[in-house]
Each structure stands twice: as structure tokens, then as C-alpha cells.
């Protein structure tokens, strides 16, 4: 899926051709894309310890440096490639801290889902399970950024409390709607109270991806040649990329703050589940879990992390600097 004609968005981190923009097989693809992320969001790349990971690093820089030792396989280079893109950060080559990681989203994100989406929610309750939200989704979008460019503590700040403060305002907003709605039932209004979290948090991952990368915006962010070389920094890709990103973070929430709801509006009525109580939260857990294991792939397979842009649809300076007629920018996660 492409919003701009002008880019091609690819997963390898090989650089563009300079004959044109290539894509490979598995990158070309939505399936592709999503069969690439599904690892990178494993959640068992938490546990890979620090000496499988340098183990995991040398192997592929031996493999780039051609000193490859004999006998080692595709399958142990993909593994290796796996893991390292699941921990680190491709523009900073350091290690992503675990709670902020792709893989790490869904596990520890997981709870703060279910806390949203609890019936019979208070303002209080609200306001606290938004902010944990929009906390953990700001922490996740400042880890996975375009990094090319150092970002200001201070920028992070006002990106961190613009997104808790929409999504407080616009949750604890709808929910004051809802109560002064007289002309609904109480059974009623209780089920689109459940609904309330959907475009709270919508709205305020846009303004939390937005805000936190800001800084990108009016610094611009780098884009490659095919040897890997900076050609420049550039504002253009720098808007695609977070364009692409925000996009993500409202596919994301969507089944996520939906299908629960539904689902367990259905279950509720079963006369097992009305006898035994205390098994709903167990049972909304769960679905909250498969729901978001299943959302976060997707969501984030509508666009891959490297992407490639037409020089021609860049600043003249950079369309100046290089032959090539495609260059590649890390769009983040």
C-alpha cells in the first residue's frame, strides 16, 4: 500500500539501485511484509541473551566483510538477521531497551489494553489507563524513530504531554457525553462506553507519533545512496515517513478497541459466564491478547521500515548531490 506515488516501499536494508527502485520478492508484497514482521515482533527475541547477540552481530558482519566461516548456513544468517533486527536500532546500532521494542509491544502493552477496555470505567480510572497508554506509546514511537538526527530531551517533553493531554481530554470528554445522555439505557450506554477508548486513542496516536517526531520535521532526516552513503538530510521523506507511521497507529487500535467490545458483549450472555463472574476477566484478557498479537503485524506491515523515494521528488539540492535515481530513508516503526 502507497500513499505517494513517489515512494516504493521496501523491508531489505540493502541500498537502492541506482538504475531504479527495486523491491524484492518477499518486500514487494503485503504478505511479504507481514510474514517479515511477525518475526520481528516475536515475542521470544526478548530472551536472547547479550552473548547470542553479539554472536548473532559478528556472524553478519563477517557475512557483509566476505570472511563468512565455512559451514554455516542460510538458515543460521536469516536467525541471525532476525534477531538483530528484533533488538537493534538500525540508525544508532544500539540496543532498543525490551518494554519499547516491537516484540515487546504486545506483552507489555497487553495489560494496559485490558485496563482500557474495563466496564463501568470512573474518570479517574480513565484518565490513569490513558495515561499509562499514551505513556508506553510514546516511549515505543521515540525507540523506533528515524534516528538519524539527535533529538532534544525537551522535544520529547512536549511531544509526551501533548499525546497524554489529547487522549485524557478526548476519553474523559466522551465519557461526560455519554453519562449526560439521558435517552440512552443504562445497558445501552455501557456498551458504547466500552467504544470510547477507540477514538480516544486514535486521535492521540497521531498527535503522540506527530509530536514525537517532531524534531524530524524541521531537521529533515537522512537519506542513503546505493552505497549507504548520506546524501543528505531531507524534510520531504522525513513527512512521508511520519505520515506513513501515524497512519499505522490508527489501523493498530482499531480491531484492538473494536473487537473485544463485541465479543465480549456476546459472551456475557451465556449462562456459564453469568454464573461465574470472576472467569470474565481471565476471558477478556485473553481476547484483548489475540486481538492485539494479531492487529500489531498488520498494522504495521501497511508500510515496511526501509523505504525508497525518487530523487525527483526530493529538494533539488539532494536531487543534485547524487546519480542515483532512488535513495533510502529509515521510516521507523
Not at 545512496?225 to 505520515?243: C, F, L, T, Y
Request: hydrophobic share 45%.
Amino acid at each position: 500500500m502507497v500513499l505517494f506515488p513517489c515512494v516504493s516501499s521496501v523491508i531489505s536494508n540493502d541500498p537502492p539501485s541506482c538504475t531504479g527502485i527495486e523491491t524484492s520478492n518477499s518486500s514487494g508484497t503485503f504478505l511479504g511484509r507481514l510474514r517479515h514482521f511477525i518475526d520481528i515482533i516475536d515475542p521470544s527475541t526478548l530472551f536472547v541473551s547479550e552473548t547470542k547477540l553479539k554472536e548473532c552481530i559478528e556472524l553478519l558482519d563477517d557475512y557483509k566483510h566476505g570472511r563468512l566461516p565455512p559451514g554455516v548456513s542460510d538458515l543460521q544468517l536469516w536467525e541471525a538477521q532476525r534477531i538483530k533486527q528484533a533488538i537493534i536500532h538500525p540508525d544508532t546500532g544500539e540496543k532498543i531497551f525490551m518494554p519499547f521494542r516491537m516484540s515487546g509491544y504486545v506483552p507489555f502493552g497487553t495489560p494496559i489494553v485490558i485496563g482500557l477496555l474495563l466496564p463501568n470505567q470512573t474518570v479517574v480510572s480513565t484518565i490513569i489507563w490513558q495515561w499509562l497508554n499514551q505513556s508506553h506509546n510514546a516511549c515505543v514511537n521515540y525507540a523506533n524513530r528515524n534516528a538519524t538526527k539527535p533529538t532534544p530531551t525537551s522535544k520529547f517533553l512536549q511531544g509526551y504531554v501533548g499525546a497524554v493531554t489529547s487522549a485524557v481530554s478526548i476519553a474523559v470528554g466522551l465519557n461526560v457525553l455519554i453519562q449526560k445522555a439521558n435517552k440512552l439505557s443504562p445497558a445501552t450506554r455501557m456498551i458504547i462506553q466500552r467504544f470510547v477508548p477507540f477514538p480516544a486513542v486514535a486521535s492521540a496516536n497521531i498527535c503522540n507519533v506527530a509530536l514525537m517526531r517532531h524534531n524530524e520535521l524541521s531537521e529533515g532526516i537522512d537519506v542513503l545512496d546505493n552505497n549507504g552513503n548520506v546524501v543528505g538530510s531531507s524534510k520531504i521523506a522525513a513527512r512521508h515517513a511520519i505520515m506513513e507511521t501515524a497512519f499505522t497507529r490508527v489501523v493498530l487500535p482499531m480491531p484492538i478497541f473494536v473487537l473485544p467490545p463485541i465479543i465480549m458483549s456476546y459472551l456475557e450472555r451465556f449462562r456459564f459466564l453469568q454464573s461465574h463472574r470472576r472467569l470474565l476477566l481471565p476471558i477478556h484478557s485473553l481476547v484483548c491478547l489475540v486481538t492485539f498479537g494479531l492487529s500489531l503485524p498488520v498494522a504495521i506491515s501497511l508500510f515496511p521500515q526501509m523505504s525508497q523515494i525518487e530523487v525527483s521528488c526530493l529538494e533539488p539540492e539532494i536531487a543534485m548531490a547524487t546519480d542515483c535515481k532512488a535513495v533510502t530513508y529509515n521510516k521507523g516503526l
